[in-house]
DNA sequence: CAGTGTGAAGTTGTTCACAGCA
DNA sequence: TGCTGTGAACAACTTCACACTG
């Protein structure tokens, strides 16, 4: 349904990845937008309700495809729609997650992950107790049962919730089982193949730049 | 507060970003490497391990004043304790968290926060079944409450994990309080005066980074 | 003229190249 | 020779300047 054609027309390649994460803010913001009943928004307005640069706000949304009206802005549906379409929201990506812990349900119980396209559809753990329980809907198995449902459901993406010691040998489960992405909320890296999109999410790094930035301005008055 | 930064006596002001978000992912790995019992350690293989280029593991490294040994590398030992430094884990720093739902309960839980020099002191929530009730031992309180105990506690952060409606209001009250610095993981952007420390911990920038490379190879092979 | 859209300049962060050292 | 340490080249991202448009 679309082409792979390298034409100047096509948008697809090179989105920077700054742009990328701030794709979801834009549209957390136009939904809420939306709700208040306004036709259009342009993106001097955003920009300063974001805190971000206007014409940074210009050139990510010009990657949607959308053009807008000098003057006026942007059509809020329009603009909706193709950033809905950009990220992906329109297409169902099924998940299995590994670790019910704390992380793990909170995760899984997380609402708006179904709308943004990413439906957990079974989660893992070695843990006896939690093993046959359920979750939101969501039934926890056996780790060792991993490969043999991934093998039947087609999983493109695998989220590790386990503590940092099992990130790993969970990691060469995954990679082994054909999955194609995995996010990793473990608080350390763990390697797979150059083929395997990883996404590292680590809590730590977080908390390491407001920490560094209090002691920067704790002399203050 | 208009003019220009001053230089402070102490530190040296300019840590990059990115080499601050690195700084833990070193400090986990090293941790992990001393229970091996290794003296040295040398930059290209926590470059390889950790999978960056070597000259930047050195340029991040030296931030914390280490110095290594030609040949040999740096020793663990030293290094260990300089970045502990560096990222403030000595200091303790005590943190209020709104919103003790799932996400909320995962954070109070987390262990390894308090080694991290963070320590969340209480939680709050509007829901009156939560109010009273604590978790791993942290007091959940009314949010009514949450200034009158503010100026008892000299509390420097100010953790935020309520519905994306809440956000705003529960910032605005922290701000009120004094507290320096907010970390958000509400997924929308808040609104605070200059001075706040603000982090956003949006976990739809990282689901839609994944998403968005899973779709450019998705047509590959 | 207030806003879009885009090429150019500026800034920040990463990678290279190489000097110094044990 | 293998590693540290650093100035310089490079790449990525952001901000600026300005032409254009309703």
Redesign the interface.
């Known amino acids: 349904m679309e082409e792979?054609i390298k034409t100047t027309k096509s948008k697809?390649?090179p989105?920077p990845?700054p742009t990328?994460?701030?794709?979801?803010?834009y549209l957390?913001?136009l939904k809420?937008l939306q709700k208040s009943g306004e036709q259009y928004i342009s993106a001097p307005v955003i920009a300063k309700?974001?805190?971000l640069d206007p014409t940074q706000v210009v050139k990510d949304l010009s990657y949607t495809g959308i053009t807008g009206k000098p003057k006026v802005g942007y059509v809020v549906e329009d603009l909706l729609n193709l950033l809905e379409d950009f990220?992906?929201y329109n297409r169902q990506?099924e998940a299995f997650l590994v670790g019910a812990?704390?992380?793990g349900?909170?995760l899984i119980?997380?609402q708006?992950?179904r709308e943004?396209?990413?439906k957990i559809v079974a989660a893992f753990d070695v843990d006896k107790k939690k093993i046959g329980t359920e979750i939101a809907g969501v039934s926890i198995f056996d780790l060792k049962n991993f490969r043999n449902l991934a093998s039947r459901i087609h999983i493109?993406?695998g989220i590790i919730t386990t503590p940092?010691s099992e990130a790993q040998s969970v990691a060469d489960i995954m990679v082994v089982c054909g999955i194609?992405?995995i996010?990793n909320f473990a608080?350390?890296?763990i390697?797979v193949p150059e083929?395997i999109?990883i996404?590292d999410?680590?809590?730590?790094?977080?908390?390491?730049?407001?920490?560094?930035?209090?002691?920067?301005?704790n002399?203050?008055k």
């Open positions: 792979k697809l390649q989105v990845e990328v994460r701030r794709m979801p803010n957390t913001f809420e309700i974001l805190n990220l992906g990506h812990g704390f992380l349900g909170a119980q997380y708006g992950f943004a396209g990413l493109s993406i940092a194609k992405a996010w608080p350390v890296s390697w083929h999109i996404q999410t680590h809590i730590y790094s977080n908390l390491a730049v407001i920490i560094n930035k209090l002691g920067q301005t002399n203050d």
